[in-house]
């Protein structure tokens, strides 16, 4: 029988050498969500990631950062979620995304990764793409510059300005997704951004 705990996924590479980039924006969010409900991400050997056990309203949610580097998130997220019991279509997983503006927030389950090889790496991992995912956005790079470039380059003051609110709404989103659902959420976060 499956439990009844949601997972929360914040996909970003080791925090010392890459904290504060774009391609770290679900680790930081989960973070903030961490530090919001004073719960302490603590490290987790079998799993190889951090995690904390919290509530959201009535429900259970285990929040997990993977310690691995982004592209190879598969293997730590499927550890957790086989260890607490958590189905995929209970998994949420915060990301970047180039295709959202900076700074707003879409919510979807499954579709197309994009060429996110994270995400790419949790699909083959849970056997699925049907997990819900929050896709935070951080624009698409200048010029010519290659995406896997821009994604490991902080943001500018002026960004960070516009994406530090938004990481702290990522925890309403994912209270809206374990207690309301996709579609409220949808409707409420995809107008705001």
């Not at 439990?3 to 989960?30: F, I, K, Q, S």
């Not at 790496?121 to 624009?139: F, K, S």
Request: glycine share 12%; aromatic share 4%.
């Amino acid at each position: 029988m499956a439990d009844d705990r949601w997972l929360v996924v914040g996909l970003g590479n080791p925090e010392g050498e890459y904290g504060g980039t774009r391609h770290n924006v679900g680790a930081d969010a989960v973070r903030a969500l961490v530090r919001r409900e004073h719960a302490e991400l603590a490290r987790n050997k079998r799993t190889r990631s951090e995690v904390a056990e919290l509530r959201l309203g009535d429900q259970k949610v285990v929040v997990t950062v993977p310690t691995s580097y982004m592209n190879r998130s598969g293997a730590p997220v499927q550890a957790t979620a086989n260890w607490f019991k958590v189905p995929p279509e209970r998994v949420i997983v915060c990301h970047d995304d180039l295709d959202v503006a900076v700074g707003a927030l879409k919510v979807k389950r499954g579709g197309g990764n994009a060429g996110h090889n994270g995400l790419k790496d949790i699909d083959r991992a849970l056997g699925t793409p049907d997990y819900l995912r929050v896709r935070i956005g951080v624009g698409r790079p200048p010029g010519c510059m290659a995406a896997r470039d821009y994604v490991l380059r902080r943001f500018t003051p002026d960004e960070r300005a516009t994406i530090d609110p938004t990481l702290d709404t990522v925890g309403e989103a994912i209270g809206s997704l374990v207690s309301e659902g996709l579609e409220p959420t949808q409707n409420r976060f995809h107008a705001a951004g």
